[in-house]
């Protein structure tokens, strides 16, 4: 288990995408171990510098372009909602960022589910993955729609 990261690197991050680094702080992400942004980490940081752990999020999932894994995403949203739970809004932005994460990923997740779970399915509709997914990618992009339009969702 890795040692929780030190506030001063956590605002090293946020630092680097508030003067414009973000592709820099979404490269390292990418190849980042989610327990780094694991539950317990940077707690007083997070919450004394709230607006500013808003942002970051926001825009580091917005430039990633659905590159981070999804362990990774889970983390830094829970930390998001839990930091921020003060906010009414703050569980629907995150909703609405988890629903854009997904909708971009479907066509790999449906692919890795056909190629990797299908064919050893004990399902008499072997198709049923794909289209389960399908219907989840629509649901996420209609509730993404939908939260983003509400005036709380900004």
Known sequence: MRDE???EVLA???ERV???DVAGVVAHLISAAPEDW???CNWDWKEANGERFDKFIQTVLAASGAKLSPELVSELLGHYETVLVDQPD???RGLVMFGRYLAARVDEITEY???NIVDVSKSPDASWPTADLEEIARDSAKLSKRLSQRPTAN
């Open 12 to 14: 090293g991050f946020v």
């Open 113 to 115: 589910v056909t190629v």
């Open 90 to 92: 703050a569980t629907d």
């Open 5 to 7: 990261m030190p506030d």
């Open 38 to 40: 694991g539950n317990g």
């Open 18 to 20: 508030e003067s414009g």
